[in-house]
């Protein structure tokens, strides 16, 4: 049976393992998809609309999706 070649295999596996760290967790791909779809949206309303997101876990995620925006 002939191999398929696929997509991720052109892109590169490490490169898509690297992609999905970086927006792994239970709240770092909601917290992207709030911000995508929001013009504007101030701390607190983040804060609601994740809710039951502490204020510990929405600061640590933001600093870690900045320290990755910077990084890049």
């Known amino acids: 049976m002939k191999k398929e070649?696929?997509?991720?295999?052109?892109?590169?596996?490490?490169?898509?393992?690297?992609?999905?760290?970086m927006i792994g967790g239970k709240w770092k791909l909601r917290?992207?998809?709030?911000?995508?779809?929001?013009?504007?949206?101030?701390?607190?309303e983040l804060k609601r609309l994740l809710a039951p997101i502490t204020h510990k876990m929405l600061t640590n995620q933001l600093r870690n999706c900045r320290k990755i925006i910077d990084a890049s």
Request: glycine letters at 10%; one cysteine or more.
């Open 5 to 21: 070649s696929c997509d991720l295999e052109a892109f590169g596996y490490e490169r898509f393992e690297a992609v999905v760290g």
């Open 31 to 44: 917290i992207i998809y709030m911000l995508a779809f929001h013009e504007v949206l101030r701390y607190g």
